[in-house]
């Protein structure tokens, strides 16, 4: 059974930096596609990075040269260093994997069956 957990949400000012991680465990999908998503209260949930088996990584509009996916192989944890960080960066972050990897770049929700209980970050202007 695919485990995914997350941690390092925090409440920091603008400007700020932080960087979350995932731990991902029982899975042991040889193509794959792990993102990270957000949600603030009364949005939907939106993909904000993706990165593939192969190492390709897409990024959403609003974070692109702020935002790095990175993922630790060896340790099977997914990290997301963000910089710059905005107040509209608040939001619940998750993060997900599904087996394969076609369309991972889209980020789509409805690919990922794996998803972990998130983690909070609040920015403050």
């Known amino acids: 059974q695919v485990h995914m957990e997350e941690s390092g949400g925090d409440s920091l000012q603008a400007g700020g930096s932080l960087r979350l991680s995932c731990a991902a465990s029982g899975f042991t999908y040889s193509t794959y596609c792990m993102a990270w998503f957000r949600q603030a209260p009364g949005k939907e949930r939106e993909g904000v990075a993706s990165i593939d088996s192969t190492g390709r990584t897409s990024y959403a509009k609003s974070v692109e040269g702020r935002f790095t996916i990175s993922l630790d192989n060896a340790k099977n944890t997914l990290h997301l260093q963000m910089n710059t960080l905005k107040p509209e960066d608040t939001a619940m972050y998750y993060c997900?994997?599904?087996?394969?990897?076609?369309?991972?770049?889209?980020?789509?929700?409805?690919?990922?069956?794996?998803w972990g209980q998130g983690t909070q970050l609040t920015v403050s202007s």
């Open positions: 997900a994997v599904y087996e394969g990897r076609d369309w991972c770049r889209l980020m789509d929700p409805g690919y990922f069956g794996n």
